[in-house]
């Protein structure tokens, strides 16, 4: 039997059952690797993602922006450190971030701006990507994931905080090649020290010093590299390579927290959009990590919204509901 195709030709049954699986394959292929980040469970392993790329977009900030690795895109946000806010969209994180810094909310969206600049500045050049592919909880369509990011003089978020221009918040991680969050943090706390001491940044906004950048020589870390000096890194085999942390059998995505015992809070009496960690991790069931996510996902327009959190079931919204607002 013969069948006419639109184009004119003829071609057997044989011809054209081969025709149909080599454009679906073809279809298969292309789909996979659209998705192949989005499509992958977290990973216990570090994912290293090298050549990446700032992509140009509005919702960019200092701690979280759009990035280019080959023909995908994807949107990254920072472990450990938040860049404050540029605009007055999220009022109570707005607070929160001005009280830290002990400034003004205007001033704190000025640093916020200088933080986005900081950071574009610093990703002008390729860059590399270590994630977990852990979910960030963003507002964008595009999925979210929380990184450490290495520019060519070293950790970024680690020169954010050295130069004022964001505070040790967020979600935690254990770095690549490294065994505790606790160092990293011990690290970011001495930048900030140094940083409040030359009075910059966020530290140095009432002295018009918001956009001074430190001069003193410091050495950021290089993760998942035994030589931790600002030498340029070398090149990563494959933009899927993997680093795993030394010793493997102690890698953990993220520091697990110790337990500890909940300080007793009266029903009704938390804001879900203005509590601190603190306040959020002396609920039951809630520890730093959904803390984290909580505070993330801010502004709420009531605590009702506690649902749309990643890991709070019916089960664990039933057992925190009654504690706030």
Same mark, same amino acid.
Not at 167 to 196: N, W
Not at 255 to 278: F, V
Not at 314 to 319: E, F, T, V, W
């Given at each position: 039997?013969?069948?006419?195709?639109?184009?004119?030709?003829?071609?057997?049954?044989?011809?054209?059952?081969?025709?149909?699986?080599?454009?679906?394959?073809?279809?298969?292929?292309?789909?996979?690797?659209?998705?192949?980040l989005c499509a992958r469970p977290e990973s216990k392993d570090w994912i290293v993602l090298n050549n990446c790329r700032q992509i140009a977009n509005p919702a960019n900030d200092?701690?979280?922006?759009?990035?280019?690795?080959?023909?995908?895109?994807?949107?990254?946000?920072?472990?450990?450190?938040?860049?404050?806010?540029?605009?007055?969209?999220?009022?109570?994180?707005?607070?929160?971030?001005?009280?830290?810094?002990?400034?003004? =909310? /205007?001033?704190?969206?000025?640093?916020? %701006?200088?933080?986005? !600049?900081?950071?574009?500045?610093?990703?002008? +050049? &390729?860059?590399?990507?270590?994630?977990?592919?852990?979910?960030?909880?963003?507002?964008?369509?595009?999925?979210?994931?929380?990184?450490?990011?290495?520019?060519?003089?070293?950790?970024?978020?680690?020169?954010?905080?050295?130069?004022?221009?964001?505070?040790?918040?967020?979600?935690?991680? =254990? /770095?690549?090649?490294?065994?505790?969050? %606790?160092?990293?943090? !011990?690290?970011?706390?001495?930048?900030?020290? +140094? &940083?409040?001491?030359?009075?910059?940044?966020?530290?140095?906004?009432?002295?018009?010093?918001?956009?001074?950048?430190?001069?003193?020589?410091?050495?950021?870390?290089?993760?998942?590299?035994?030589?931790?000096?600002?030498?340029?890194?070398?090149?990563?085999?494959?933009?899927?390579?993997? =680093?795993?942390?030394?010793?493997?059998?102690?890698?953990?995505?993220?520091?697990?927290?110790?337990?500890?015992?909940? +300080?007793?809070?009266?029903?009704?009496?938390?804001?879900?959009?203005?509590?601190?960690?603190?306040?959020?991790?002396?609920?039951?069931?809630?520890?730093?990590?959904?803390?984290?996510?909580?505070?993330?996902?801010?502004?709420?327009?009531?605590?009702?919204?506690?649902?749309?959190?990643?890991?709070?079931?019916?089960?664990?919204?039933?057992?925190?509901?009654?504690?706030?607002?």
């Amino acid at each position: 039997m013969w069948r006419r195709f639109s184009t004119g030709e003829f071609a057997t049954p044989r011809i054209e059952t081969l025709r149909r699986a080599v454009v679906i394959t073809v279809f298969a292929v292309v789909w996979i690797e659209a998705v192949e980040l989005c499509a992958r469970p977290e990973s216990k392993d570090w994912i290293v993602l090298n050549n990446c790329r700032q992509i140009a977009n509005p919702a960019n900030d200092g701690d979280s922006f759009h990035v280019s690795v080959g023909p995908n895109e994807y949107i990254f946000r920072l472990y450990m450190v938040d860049a404050p806010e540029t605009d007055e969209m999220t009022p109570a994180r707005l607070v929160e971030q001005a009280k830290y810094f002990g400034i003004t =909310v /205007p001033q704190a969206i000025e640093v916020g %701006r200088a933080a986005t !600049a900081f950071t574009r500045e610093k990703l002008s +050049e &390729a860059f590399t990507v270590f994630t977990h592919l852990s979910d960030a909880m963003g507002q964008s369509k595009l999925e979210r994931f929380y990184a450490f990011v290495q520019t060519k003089e070293g950790d970024l978020g680690e020169q954010l905080i050295r130069n004022g221009l964001a505070r040790i918040y967020g979600f935690k991680a =254990v /770095p690549p090649g490294s065994i505790s969050s %606790r160092v990293e943090l !011990a690290k970011l706390q001495q930048l900030e020290d +140094e &940083a409040k001491e030359e009075k910059i940044g966020a530290w140095g906004v009432n002295a018009g010093r918001v956009n001074v950048r430190t001069q003193k020589p410091t050495v950021f870390n290089f993760f998942g590299q035994e030589n931790r000096t600002p030498a340029r890194p070398a090149p990563l085999m494959s933009p899927f390579a993997r =680093v795993s942390a030394t010793p493997p059998a102690r890698s953990t995505p993220r520091e697990e927290q110790k337990s500890h015992p909940k +300080e007793k809070t009266p029903l009704g009496r938390i804001d879900i959009n203005t509590a601190t960690e603190k306040e959020l991790t002396t609920l039951p069931g809630i520890g730093h990590v959904m803390a984290a996510r909580i505070i993330a996902a801010r502004p709420f327009r009531s605590a009702d919204d506690l649902k749309r959190v990643n890991g709070i079931g019916d089960k664990k919204y039933a057992q925190i509901r009654p504690y706030f607002q």
